[in-house]
């Protein structure tokens, strides 16, 4: 008796809520006065940071995902290159396989290297822009700032960006794994019609003159 007296005087005392026999039982979601939702709880759960400068240059409306995807971990540095490799004690040789002259980085594939840079250089003449040596980082930096609409040219400039990064990286992994190579200008037609090919599908396309210009420059 004097343990249920002493279990129910603690109860009273305290901040426990005693559950009410004339009542129903509801569940209520605290962190949302609406209710509960999907939004709320991820809101509730994850990291919130400032958005990145560069992502509409990387997720525009007219992205090709397999491009926008190697793009994305690019910008990150989080692709398996051979120095993040050799950090990892996988890779013994971290010569670039591009032009062997360089340790192979993000920093020298992206676009310090003379193959990658004649690669990305030639391409971006097709939207009216001469490069000299630049990096990644500086060119998304550039682009954040003056390429961030969905316009006609602005498009362009990224679709040929996101398929220089990403030919560049996948000639790098035929050098690496099936030990086939291409040279620069063959690269450089590869790319070309591949951009082209995705521009056929675009409707923007058939109704731009200026496209059209485009499309004859890519097929040079």
Not at 67 to 88: C, E, S, Y
Not at 113 to 119: A, E, G, K, T, V
Not at 121 to 142: A, H, K
Request: with cysteine; glycine share 4%.
């Amino acid at each position: 008796m004097q343990e249920t007296e002493f279990i129910s005087s603690a109860i009273q005392s305290s901040n426990v809520l005693v559950p009410n026999p004339s009542q129903f039982d509801s569940v209520v979601w605290l962190l949302n006065a609406h209710g509960f939702s999907i939004k709320s709880a991820w809101d509730n759960i994850r990291e919130v940071k400032l958005d990145v400068t560069w992502w509409k240059v990387v997720w525009f409306k007219a992205h090709i995902p397999r491009w926008a995807i190697i793009q994305w971990l690019a910008v990150h540095g989080r692709l398996a290159t051979k120095d993040r490799l050799q950090n990892w004690g996988l890779v013994p040789n971290t010569l670039c396989v591009l032009c062997s002259a360089s340790l192979e980085s993000h920093l020298h594939l992206f676009f310090m290297c003379p193959y990658s840079s004649y690669i990305v250089g030639q391409l971006l003449r097709i939207c009216g822009y001469r490069r000299g040596l630049i990096s990644l980082n500086q060119e998304i930096d550039w682009a954040s700032r003056h390429m961030t609409g969905n316009g006609l040219q602005q498009s362009l400039y990224k679709m040929v960006l996101a398929a220089s990064l990403y030919h560049i990286w996948l000639e790098r992994n035929k050098r690496v794994f099936q030990g086939s190579q291409r040279d620069a200008l063959s690269l450089v037609s590869v790319v070309k019609a591949d951009i082209r090919s995705c521009l056929s599908l675009w409707r923007k396309v058939k109704r731009s003159a200026r496209m059209v210009l485009s499309l004859v420059c890519l097929g040079k």
